[in-house]
């Protein structure tokens, strides 16, 4: 009997033990949880409020002039450009000038082998006289027959009809109309061979290629001995370019510019070869036709060029900056302004640390109106006004990129626009 009490006490006092581990456990267990979740809201809670840790970063609205540019890349070209070729096959017999020479109008530029023109000449030549001749004896027939009908005419009056016979007199009346036409067909074989001289005089003033313009030569593309083959295509022997004084820059002007370019806008130029030096230029034609390169619509845009002193060249790589407006006095703020929205606690505005960590619906963009006649949009900017943040709301106009223009609204030179924020350190 004592055994089994014995064995009785040390059960519940094991049981005991159990129940005592398994509380201490639980309560472990929750007091992790909460020092957890203390831990997580304290690493939180800081971060929700870094809007009001840091400073404003500001800068005045101020009153200055604009300058708004557009930018384009292109080549430059000659003003007329000519690619001199040959409408005739033949060897080349001597060629007169090299790249970079000065031609004149006029100028012999190459001289093809006249042998087998010459000849066709002569051949030609006589030709016509072969057809003279026969316009000659044709005119001596006609002569012929005209005077045996009248002399045939004039018995038949005397003999009142007798003689010569009905059908005689037909026949001489038919052989004078058969000399008449017999002499316009000559006289059309003599034209005709007199059309197949001035031809043949025409190539062969064709075989000496001279220069069609006054100019400079950019490239020679034949030598002495070779053979030009014309029966396709006229082959290109030379470029000319008139007058590099005076040059053409070609650019693609994209399509969200194009807008803003006009014709006799001022604008300049950069090249590789001359760097920091600008060229002066003037808008000539903004085309309407569009170029696709890669998914990129632009417009071709031709400006004028002063090349007095020949550093630029033909073929020539330059950026362009065209001047699409100029404002002065103009009331500007920097383009950071637009962009800045002052943060907001989320502690504040969600009512707790709990609701902090609960979804939201995120914030919508601020609405941007926008005035359709003049293309200038009304926008919301944040000032600095003693150590507080007021939004005020202006409408604003042009932009080089950095600054812009503000047409109107409560904005006054010499305000504080708020561009940004600093956060400070912990």
């Known amino acids: 009997m004592n055994d089994n009490s014995k064995s009785s006490q040390q059960m519940l006092r094991a049981i005991s033990i159990s129940s005592g581990n398994s509380k201490r456990k639980r309560v472990l267990t929750i007091a992790l949880i ?10 939180l809670w800081p971060k929700s409020n870094d809007a009001g840790n840091g400073s404003y970063l500001t800068e005045d ?13 292109g080549n430059l070209y000659p003003t007329n450009q000519v690619d001199v070729g040959s409408e005739l096959s033949g060897i080349v017999e001597s060629v007169l000038v090299d790249e970079n020479d000065l031609v004149k109008r006029g100028q ?3 001289k093809l082998d006249l042998s087998k023109l010459n000849d066709q000449v002569v051949k030609s030549q006589a030709a016509v006289l072969a057809a003279q001749a026969q316009v000659a004896q044709m005119q001596a027939t006609v002569k012929e027959s005209r005077a045996t009908l009248a002399r045939l005419r004039q018995v038949a009056e005397l003999t ?4 010569p016979s009905r059908s ?8 004078a109309s058969r000399a008449e036409a017999n002499e316009a ?30 100019g400079i030569v950019l490239t020679r593309k034949i030598e002495p001995g070779q ?3 014309a029966s396709l295509q006229a082959p290109v022997l030379f470029t000319i370019a008139e007058d590099l004084a005076r040059m053409q820059l070609q650019v693609d002007v994209d399509e969200a510019d194009v807008s803003q370019v006009k014709n006799g806008q001022t604008a300049y130029f950069m090249v590789d070869a001359w760097p920091g030096r600008k060229y002066p230029a003037q808008i000539a034609r903004v085309g309407f036709g569009a170029q696709t390169t890669d998914g990129v619509v632009t417009y071709k845009t031709l400006l004028n060029v002063s090349n007095a002193d020949l550093s630029l060249r033909p073929g020539m790589t330059a950026t362009a900056e065209i001047s699409t407006a100029n404002l002065q006095g103009a009331l500007l703020i920097p383009n950071a302004a637009l962009r800045f929205t002052p943060a907001t606690s989320k502690a504040s505005s969600s009512g707790g640390f709990v609701a902090s960590l609960m979804p939201r619906r995120p914030q919508q963009p601020k609405q941007v109106k926008e005035n359709s006649s003049n293309g200038s949009t009304t926008r919301t900017i944040w000032v600095l ?16 990129g950095r600054r812009t223009q503000v047409v109107s609204g409560d904005l006054k030179a010499g305000a504080r626009v708020i561009i940004g924020m600093q956060k400070s350190a912990k």
């Open 168 to 175: 005689e007199l037909e026949a001489a009346e038919a052989a």
């Open 34 to 43: 909460v020092v957890t979740v203390l831990l997580i809201g304290w690493w």
């Open 385 to 400: 006004q003693d150590k507080k943040t007021t939004p005020i709301e202006v409408t604003v106009g042009l932009t080089d």
């Open 160 to 163: 009142g009809g007798k003689v």
């Open 185 to 214: 067909n000559a006289r059309a074989a003599a034209a005709q061979a007199s059309a197949t001289l001035r031809s043949d005089q025409t190539n062969l003033s064709k075989a000496i290629i001279r220069s069609p313009i006054d």
């Open 227 to 229: 053979t030009v083959a």
């Open 61 to 73: 609205a101020a009153i200055g002039d604009l300058s708004v540019t557009v930018s384009a890349t």
């Open 108 to 110: 012999v530029l190459v």
